[in-house]
């Protein structure tokens, strides 16, 4: 689609393309749902323009302005075409339905469309606000449909390039805190990032030209509450027709026309890709844009993301992943498939504050699809910090696409801490230097290293789990042992000797500051009479090849054993030799929450 005529000012609502709910489960419903916004004259009946169900289900019509339900009918499964549906009460105002597609014997549903009746025209109309706020250096451009883009924009210019070199332009789409009809709100909140905000001086110090799109965030018009454009989320990416229909391309366009703009100033603009950088809401948008267009980013840095960023995945543990948890429909919302090998080239750094407790979680304007809420929690967990950011990085990593996360100590819901990593990140991808250094491994590793691999009756073994690692900064509060044979110890290194032979489960237990506990366990067989001490076994919750694995013997004695003393001494050894050994590894590897949480 061509970014500059891809806006639509013909009468009539366009086709909002259906969004599969389902996990890809052979035995789940499956099925599709097109509404136009076809009503009739009276208010008193809708005419859906596409049915298809592959089992009998339940077909719901709501008003989304007033949250009322206007029919709920029996389907059977098969395909249909300009399925008229009556509602009660009748529907006499502009207002958006959804049509929904639920099981008939409950449960969540599997596709559902949106669509705007009653009175709309279709032509655009431009907001009213304040034209007569340019600033020092800053310009005020205003909307120009033609050139593809229905909302004005700032353009910041810095004084000068000091070396010379074309610069990228970076982005920041506005992120006024509250939905509202008021533009001029929207356009203030812009007018405060390109005059003082932390963006204004990254601008500053990059040496970059820098542009703010304002977007609203509209209350009731031209869309209502429920399309949360500053996040860049599913009802607004559904929209087709009126004046947000794809913002993510009027930003493009925007992008274009700052080039333009810029290169006629004589500042030496670069047109290869752009900066983009975003915190809460706008760290948001800027994420799952990168996602949708990361041919065009050069690097991103979002944060404040609720531990919940776009992963680059439709399927991820077993589960599929509409947008904007994922993008298993991204192609039906764009018509493009997600170019993963351009968002592996693109620079990412995503990261949080350690005690950032502003979720998204649980608010409509979010989450307007109850499903789409309950996946997100399924899929990314419930903890911010210790669950779902750690799976946005494994997410990241089974998709192949490399990108950078970081947790900042005692930090809130705030980007200062990262505002020189925000600076050197955007500066080293302009130079085309390594980033791969300023992320960190967000994962939990557990591991259990024993003084012995063949303990006997009375032997006194060693466990220590000094070399475990947690998510950056969290504080371990006790470490728990059970020794599978009904006592128990505690500390990060402790001792233990066994009365009687047999196989026995080791457990730690670790818990940390933020409540959560992490289990790993081992077995452990004691035999009746003393062997000599081999290699410490290692159970590590982390998936590896274990076979190149290196770990120092706890033991001084061990230090004086040579192979000849002890032929299962070493790696090759206990690899050679590991079908005879009577100490079994089991691993189980588990991270729950504790009670009180």
């Known amino acids: ?7 639509r000012t013909s009468a009539g609502i366009g086709t909002v393309a259906s969004v599969a709910l389902t996990g890809s489960a052979t035995a789940e419903p499956s099925g599709s749902v097109i509404f136009d916004g076809q009503m009739s004259e009276d208010g008193t009946s809708v005419v859906v323009t596409e049915i298809s169900t592959d089992t009998t289900a339940n077909l719901h019509v709501r008003n989304q302005e007033t949250d009322e339900r206007l029919a ?5 499964a098969g395909t249909y075409e300009d399925y008229e549906v009556d509602i009660d009460p009748p529907v006499t105002e502009r207002s958006e339905l959804s049509v929904h597609l639920y099981p008939e014997d409950g449960g969540q549903g599997f596709a559902r469309d949106y669509g705007i009746v009653g009175e709309f025209d279709g032509e ?5 606000y304040d034209e007569s706020a340019d600033g020092d250096g800053y310009t005020l451009i205003d909307p120009d449909p033609d050139a593809g883009f229905n909302y004005p924009f700032y353009l910041y210019e810095p004084d000068s390039a000091s070396s010379g070199n074309s610069k990228p332009v970076m982005v920041e789409p506005v992120n006024t805190g509250t939905a509202t009809d008021d533009f001029d709100q929207h356009r203030e909140a812009a007018e405060q990032t390109v005059e003082v905000s932390g963006t204004r001086q990254m601008a500053d110090e990059l040496e970059v030209p820098l542009v703010v799109p304002i977007f609203p965030r509209p209350e009731s018009d031209p869309v209502n509450w429920r399309h949360y454009v500053h996040q860049l989320d599913d009802t607004t990416m559904g929209l087709n027709g009126g004046p947000l229909e794809r913002v993510d391309l009027q930003l493009l366009n925007m992008v274009e026309a700052a080039q333009e703009q810029l290169a006629a100033d004589g500042f030496p603009v670069s047109t290869d890709g752009i900066l983009m950088n975003g915190f809460s809401a706008s760290g948001n948008f800027v994420d799952r844009f990168t996602v949708l267009h990361p041919e065009e980013v050069i690097s991103v840095t979002a944060g404040g993301l609720n531990g919940m960023a776009l992963l680059p995945l439709d399927e991820f543990d077993g589960q599929e992943l509409p947008y904007h948890v994922g993008t298993a429909d991204i192609e039906a919302l764009t018509g493009e498939s997600v170019n993963h090998e351009a968002l592996d080239e693109t620079n990412q750094f995503l990261y949080m504050g350690d005690e950032d407790d502003n979720d998204t979680i649980g608010f409509g304007d979010a989450w307007t699809d109850d499903s789409l809420e309950q996946l997100a929690l399924d899929v990314y967990g419930d903890d911010m910090i210790t669950e779902r950011f750690p799976t946005c990085q494994r997410a990241y990593e089974e998709a192949g696409v490399t990108a950078q996360f970081r947790v900042y100590p005692d930090a809130g819901h705030t980007p200062q801490p990262a505002t020189d990593d925000l600076v050197e990140f955007h500066r080293r991808s302009i130079e085309g230097e ?14 259990i290293d024993i003084s012995t691999d063949n303990a006997a009756v009375g032997d006194e073994i060693v466990f220590d789990a000094s070399d475990s690692s947690l ?19 505690s500390g990060e290194t402790t001792t233990y000797t066994y009365d009687e032979e047999g196989v026995f489960t080791v457990t730690l237990t670790v818990t940390t500051d933020r409540g959560n506990k992490h289990e790993e366990s081992i077995e452990v067989e004691v035999g009746e009479t003393d062997t000599v001490d081999s290699d410490n076994q290692t159970a590590d919750d982390t998936v590896s090849d274990h076979s190149d694995d290196t770990v120092d013997n706890a033991s001084d004695d061990d230090d004086d054993t040579t192979d000849d003393e002890a032929p299962g001494f070493g790696i090759g050894g206990a690899l050679a030799g590991i079908g005879g050994l009577a100490y079994m590894l089991n691993r189980r590897i588990t991270d729950t929450e504790s009670a009180s949480k």
């Not at 709920?72 to 059977?76: A, F, K, L, N």
């Not at 655009?124 to 009213?128: C, G, K, S, V």
């Not at 390594?434 to 591991?447: A, E, K, N, Y």
């Not at 998510?471 to 110890?489: H, N, R």
């Open 471 to 489: 998510p950056a900064d969290t504080v371990v509060l006790t470490y728990q042992w059970e020794f599978g044979d009904g006592s128990a110890g």
């Open 72 to 76: 709920s009918i029996t389907i059977e």
């Open 434 to 447: 390594d980033v791969s250094h300023m992320g960190q491994d967000l994962g939990t590793s557990l591991r």
């Open 124 to 128: 655009y109309e431009e907001p009213e």
């Open 1 to 7: 689609m061509n970014r500059r005529t891809f806006v």
